[in-house]
């Protein structure tokens, strides 16, 4: 694992970037090229590359991503009208920073993913 990705930087204060929200364990901040009207990254401070490196111990960094999602979702307004969370795990899954994260988004509806419903 690096511990020198952008998010890193952007959690050292390196580089700047529009954080809504952060605590001792995460921060919070809008995506620079954002794919919704609202697209917001949840980055753990623990550094775990892809999912596939977090260890059993560290269930608690998904539920605190996915909590914190959930609580910024309803105090923006959007959390009755529907938001989408996603998670990327390597290249193919199309994840390009390498820190776990969480993808936020909302603010207008969004198209299905496959064919099931």
Known sequence: MTDDTIFHKIIRREIPADVVFED?????????????PV?????????????NDLQPSQAEVIGRLTLAAAAY????????????VV????GNGGQTV????LHLLAGAPLGRFGTSR
């Not at 697209?39 to 999912?51: C, E, G, I, N, S």
């Not at 979702?73 to 989408?84: I, L, N, P, T, V």
């Not at 998670?87 to 390597?90: F, G, I, K, L, Q």
């Open 39 to 51: 697209h917001v990254l949840f980055v753990p401070k623990t550094d775990v590359a892809t999912l």
């Open 98 to 101: 390498f820190q776990v994260h």
């Open 24 to 36: 001792e364990h995460l921060i919070a901040f809008r995506d620079i090229a954002p794919q919704a």
């Open 73 to 84: 979702a309803k105090q923006q307004g959007f959390a009755d009208d529907g938001y989408r």
């Open 87 to 90: 998670m990327n795990c390597n």
